[in-house]
């Protein structure tokens, strides 16, 4: 999904596009935290990151696609809502 070809038609939906970024990055958020990886949180956190910046770097030397900060942005909120999710639902669930 990360390197398929937007049209003109399709970017009329660019609020869809940056919620899909936010919901696809919390989703992965969530369960990476929720999987019990053995690496520090913070370790995770950058890595998650990192996973959205290099996507928008190869998809900048794609002649189809662009880098878009906002894209980013939305990959880096989703990450970190992700990650308060997992926290949030971890104090009613511990052994979770």
Not at 15 to 33: C, E, G, P, R, S
Not at 60 to 68: A, C, I, K, P, V
Request: proline share 1%.
């Amino acid at each position: 999904m990360s390197f398929i070809s937007l049209d003109s038609s399709t970017a009329k939906f660019l609020i869809q596009d940056k919620l899909l970024h936010f919901l696809a990055f919390a989703v992965i958020t969530f369960f990476a935290y929720a999987s019990n990886f053995k690496i520090k949180r913070i370790f995770l956190f950058l890595i998650l990151i990192l996973y959205g910046l290099s996507i928008e770097v190869i998809q900048n030397s794609l002649e189809y696609r662009t880098f878009e900060l906002y894209d980013l942005l939305y990959d880096i909120i989703g990450v970190f809502v992700g990650y308060m999710s997992w926290k949030y639902l971890k104090k009613f669930y511990p052994d979770y």
